[in-house]
């Protein structure tokens, strides 16, 4: 008689143990439990995803946008590069989002006085309209928080989601900001 096989997607996870043979926690083994770490991500993700769709809704820009103007308009005048240290990701991912709030007339690009090679980014009256209907970034009470918490335990945090990152193998997935497609 066939039996049917379980969907590894959607099948239950049973608690990840760790083994006695030393290996490191591996599912189904004795010891250590998951879900504390499932429910901060889901807690995390959920209000992150929830508070892009509202922005979304509400003011017709990612929450990844709201972001790069609240940054611009903390420190106006930025490069690409100066914005994307400000918003921790890189330089062409932070340009992506740039192109899409200029096409929007929200940020302007202008040659910098000093040296005109130098695009200088600023908020349009548009721009700062715009922030002045909008909530908080919810990227910027993450960061917030995280500043907030002890050296160690931040560290740890680090640490932490870098090495779930590499057991995952998606350390060479590329750093988007939340809930912005690169294209």
Known sequence: MNQPVADPVIAPIPSVRATPAGRGPTVGDVGVDVEPVF????????????ASREIERTLGITGAQLFVLA??????????????????????????VVNRL??????????AAADARRVELTLTPAGAVLLG?????????LARAIVSLEPATR???????GDLV???????????????TLR
């Open 71 to 96: 940054q611009l308009r903390a420190t106006p005048s930025l490069s690409i590069n100066a914005l994307a240290e400000r918003t921790m990701t890189h330089q062409s991912t932070v340009s992506v």
């Open 155 to 161: 560290d740890a945090l680090g640490q932490g989601l």
């Open 102 to 111: 200029v096409r929007r007339a929200l940020v302007k690009k202008v040659r």
């Open 133 to 141: 209907k909008a909530p908080e970034a919810m990227q910027v009470r």
């Open 39 to 50: 429910n901060a991500l889901r807690q995390i993700v959920h209000t992150l995803h929830g």
């Open 166 to 180: 590499r057991a995952l193998g998606v350390a060479d997935a590329p750093v988007a900001m939340f809930f912005e």
